[in-house]
């Protein structure tokens, strides 16, 4: 997801403090998600998928 949404950055020319500030995700949070330094939690991936207007699908498997 991180180069996915650092790509959408530059194409968007929107930078990672604004989209933080959209989504009501502290930038910090976001930094540590881009540099693979936290997981993205599920609520998260809702708020960025939301603003981006992506679709979230998920499917439950046993493990």
Known sequence: MNNKL???FLKEGISQREFAR?????YSHLNHI???????SFETLQKV?????YK???EIIEA
Do not use: H, R, W
């Open 49 to 53: 998928c939301n603003k981006l207007n």
């Open 6 to 8: 650092k790509e959408i």
């Open 22 to 26: 959209e989504t009501e995700i502290s």
């Open 34 to 40: 881009l540099n693979n330094q936290v997981v993205c």
């Open 56 to 58: 979230v699908n998920v």
